[in-house]
């Protein structure tokens, strides 16, 4: 089990407010020792490796399969192929009844067809004594293949792209008005084409996979986003009960969306092991992370919009085309935000899909609103400069008091409070807003503005807390950890819910043993667990009282929960007398008191999955949540070159309560740092002739190094948002929104150019 | 096959290995030393760096024979005394990691990059090569350049960096009153493996 810090007895008087401080991770240690070990770093006895054979076509059939020269390799213990793999049920159907039926990545059944489906899929596994055996006998396998027609351009399939269906998790469109009319009659208006490529997440940690079978029970540990969900895909795939696999996942290096689905490599590395009898392990070469994990999709998207010579909104149309995998992927909410920044008097947003012959497409880092403000707030300081307006004023005289679409209330919304205080850290009230004006020596000196967006969710949890007699605390709960901090954070909550100091409590999670937990997505991960956990403890400081009651030598006897106040490890009345937990457990002589909140019994699940859903329908009927920022950037444009860098930055943001300083402004500066990348330099290169991906790999896909990213300026307003736990909004995903636009639009402010197709390189400049 | 001898964080370890086997490959799944990340495996990301002699190297890109009698130090190697490495409480205090995964290769480069500073080594930003640049922020940045961290932890690392260095600017001149000498040659070999890997 994963023990995730030092536990140690409470001190008196060490209790206080632990929420809001920039407390130290509880795994640095691990993190900077080396230590702490991922998925391909299990040791078994008997280990052997596993790599994969891609397919060079994008669709046919395979029509023979040379495996002789991989099997003449020292070394090598199996060649696993469509020939000889043993049979694998199928992907089950997708439904919003079943979340875990999401995790599908593709719907091709891998080594069990002959059919190829898209440049790249896996159509071998080599398993092997060594790493270097199995790497060496995947390039020996030759392949041929009967090849048919494929479609894979993403550009020139565009016109054919069919309108998004809505479901009860997604909306494809929405109206108010008839925004073409208003569009035709406004006297200042653009109408803008944007473009922006595929993305891929480039997490560090290639995906990486260690089965281990024994009988029909299987360990995987696993680098996961959502241990259920890869729990029960297998689950499906293999025919066993999901109560027989255990999926172990404390250490995920990074991200981003690309580990949320369950790919080839999983299923494949479980299948080997099957086939071999021995523990397996697989990870990814960088190239294969490209060729079998889905990326962003590219996008293709209309802004138009109409204004008064008041500055007022009187038209906003934002659509989009995007595209999918035939074998899977989905649709991407590129125009949420459009549904709700501006006061327009007439909107209109819709969204439709391609479907191509390529791998699906995934989700990644703030799916939707990271390309979505793109093109929105790009076209908004467009706008702001054709009406002569400072894009900050344009912006505040179209600040909704309501959601603009459908006038439902917001939750929270502080967007002008963010605009008040980025614009004074950053200085914006110095620039000139004459594009070219703003010189340093020979640079070209430009700011740019833009709002980021993103909505905020909130997913089931299950949670056990216990309280032992020596006063440490253990919070239970199979969440996920790839960087946000979250067990820091969760302690912190517990700690304070509970009157124990920090050091007291310990977090177990990314274990499919533990009770459920939410996926990481959404930016809902530690609202999620938040919830629960203070649920928990509020339950548990009640048992505790009851137990503390019966006794009729407690102190506390009589007393009723609401009089007293947890701290110093115990119950206390104000300023009166109390007593610790400890106290209270001895007396009783119970080790321990513990309690749950949700179920993991076939019941249970069900339970907790509807009243999910009926929560999660009557929250949105009743509000709109979101977190919202204002970015603020400068840049300096090389006027001989091209070469943009980014100079400085401050992003404001309106986050609701933060958990843990330290680590939130981390995840917010951790998007920018992203967001910098995708406006600037990433981009995924599809060869559209067979659909193959041209640069997979960190030396020809470029994300941002040291060199790019200037010292990073955040803050919030720290103002709670009433409708969360503790008022709290998630973090992970609103930093990436608004970013390609500021640099865009500075980008314009120093050079009096607009590029609208991403990345921004040096060669549109010019 | 082929024996292969490597003093690992003081440990003389004896391999037998492919001679295909990358360093990388013999740390971590030969002498189970995963603390040593993969990261691309061809020299791109900088997750895998070592430092072999004092010296950071990309561990994937060169092979376990060539290092045979070399001494190298990996993550697991670079506290001493039972205590760590003023890096890595300083990347703990300033935040300069998110998921961890490129972590230990951000401390092992920073351990050598400062050490090639030390030795006088020039950088791609530094405007006068004849004299020793100040490590400013840029000066880091560009020096760390090889590294990559995808979650974005980039300013906390430059700031953890830039106070251990600080600190060490003190100490240097408060203990010795002199520039500490390095090997210059081994500085500019290093810096152009710097250059290589980015």
Partial sequence: ?766 | MVDVQLRVNGTIETLDLRPRVSLLDALREHLGLTGTKKGCDQGACGACTVLVDGERINSCLTLAVQYTGRSITTIEGVAGGGEPHPLQTAFIRNDGFQCGYCTSGQICSAIGMLAEHAAGAPSAVTEHLASRAELTDVEIRERMSGNLCRCGAYNGIADAIGEVAAAAAVQEVTETGAVRRGSAAGAARQATTAEAAR
């Fill in chain 1, 1 to 766: 089990m994963t023990l995730t810090q030092a536990q140690s007895p409470p001190r008196p008087g060490a209790s206080g407010r632990l929420v809001g401080k920039p407390i130290d991770r509880v795994d640095g240690g691990a993190k900077t020792s080396g230590a702490a070990r991922y998925a391909a770093e299990y040791p078994y006895p008997g280990l052997a490796y596993a790599a994969l054979v891609h397919s060079t076509v994008a669709r046919g059939r395979i029509t023979g399969i040379e495996t002789a020269g991989a099997a003449a390799v020292p070394g090598v213990l199996a060649v696993i192929t469509h020939e000889n793999a043993p049979a694998m049920k199928p992907a089950p159907p997708m439904s919003v009844l079943n979340l875990s039926s999401l995790a599908t990545g593709t719907r091709v059944n891998y080594l069990n067809t002959d059919e190829v489906h898209w440049n790249g899929q896996p159509v071998a596994v080599v398993v092997a004594e060594t790493q270097d055996a199995a790497l060496h006998a995947a390039t020996l396998v030759r392949v041929t293949y009967e090849e048919f027609a494929a479609t894979v351009g993403f550009t020139a399939e565009e016109p054919n792209a069919k309108p998004q269906k809505s479901d009860m998790l997604q909306s494809g469109s929405a109206s108010k008005g008839d925004a073409e009319a208003a569009l035709a009659a406004a006297p200042v208006s653009v109408d803008l084409r944007f473009t922006t490529p595929q993305h891929n997440h480039n997490a560090i940690e290639p995906h990486a996979t260690t089965a281990v079978w024994d009988g029909d029970r299987l360990t995987v540990h696993e680098g996961t986003q959502n241990v259920a969900w890869v729990r029960d895909h297998l689950a499906a795939r293999f025919g066993i009960p999901a109560g027989s696999i255990r999926v172990i996942s404390p250490y995920v290096g990074g991200a981003f969306g690309g580990k949320t689905m369950v790919w080839a490599g999983t299923i494949l590395t479980v299948l080997a092991a099957r086939v071999t009898g021995r523990p397996v392990r697989m990870m990814l070469t960088r190239e294969g992370v490209y060729r079998t994990v889905g990326g962003r999709t590219p996008s293709a998207q209309r802004v138009a919009l109409g204004a008064g010579a008041d500055g007022r909104l009187t038209s906003l149309i934002h659509t989009s085309v995007t595209q999918v995998g035939r074998v899977g992927g989905g649709p991407e909410q590129v125009t949420s935000q459009s549904r709700h920044l501006y006061d327009a008097g007439a909107i209109l947003v819709r969204q439709s899909l391609v479907e191509l012959d390529t791998l699906s497409n995934t989700i990644m880092r703030a799916p939707g609103e990271s390309i979505g403000t793109f093109a929105l707030e790009a076209a908004v300081d467009e706008l702001a400069y054709k009406l002569d307006l400072d894009p900050i004023e344009f912006r505040m005289r179209n600040e909704p008091e309501r959601n603009p679409i459908d006038g439902k209330r917001f939750a929270h919304r502080m967007l002008r409070e963010a605009y008040a205080l980025g614009a004074e850290r950053f200085g914006w009230s110095a620039r000139t807003p004459e594009p070219g004006s703003m010189r340093d020596g020979r640079w070209l000196v430009g700011m740019g503005v833009a709002s980021a967006y993103h909505p905020s969710w909130q997913l089931p949890a299950n949670v056990t807390v216990r309280l032992s007699a020596d006063g440490t605390v253990l919070v239970r709960c199979g969440f996920h950890e790839m960087g946000m901090g979250g067990a820091t954070a969760q302690a912190q909550i517990a700690a304070d819910a509970l009157g124990v100091p920090f050091e007291a409590v310990r977090v177990e999670y990314g274990d499919s043993v533990l009770p459920t937990g939410p996926g990481a997505g959404g930016s809902g991960q530690t609202a999620s667990v938040a919830a629960s956990l203070l649920t928990a403890c509020e339950k548990l400081k009640r048992s505790m009282l009851a137990l503390a009651r019966r006794s009729s030598g407690s102190p506390l006897r009589g007393r009723r929960l609401n009089g007293l106040r947890a701290r110093d490890g115990g119950l206390w009345t104000e300023p009166g007398p109390g007593e610790t937990y400890a106290a209270i457990l001895a007396r009783a002589g119970r080790p321990h008191l513990e309690v749950a909140v949700g179920s993991d019994t076939r019941v249970g699940a069900m339970v907790g999955q509807a009243r999910f859903m009926a929560k999660f329908l009557r929250d949105r009927r009743r509000w709109m949540k979101a977190a919202c920022g204002a970015q603020f950037c400068e840049v300096r444009v090389d006027p001989d070159t091209g070469e943009v860098r980014v100079s400085r930055w401050v992003g404001a943001f309106d986050v609701g309560t933060v958990i843990n300083a330290k680590t939130a402004a981390a995840q917010l500066r951790g998007g920018i740092v992203m967001g910098i990348g995708m406006a600037l330099s990433e981009e995924t290169l599809v060869d559209p002739r067979n659909g193959r991906i041209m640069n997979p790999g960190l030396g020809e896909y470029h994300v941002p190094v040291h060199a790019d990213i200037p010292p990073i300026d955040v803050c919030y307003l720290g103002d709670p948002d009433p409708t969360m736990p503790l008022g709290l909004i998630g973090v992970g995903e609103v930093g990436i929104t608004g970013v390609a636009a500021a640099i865009a639009n500075a980008v314009h402010h120093a050079t009096g150019r607009r590029v609208r197709d991403l990345p921004i390189t040096l060669d549109k400049l010019l």
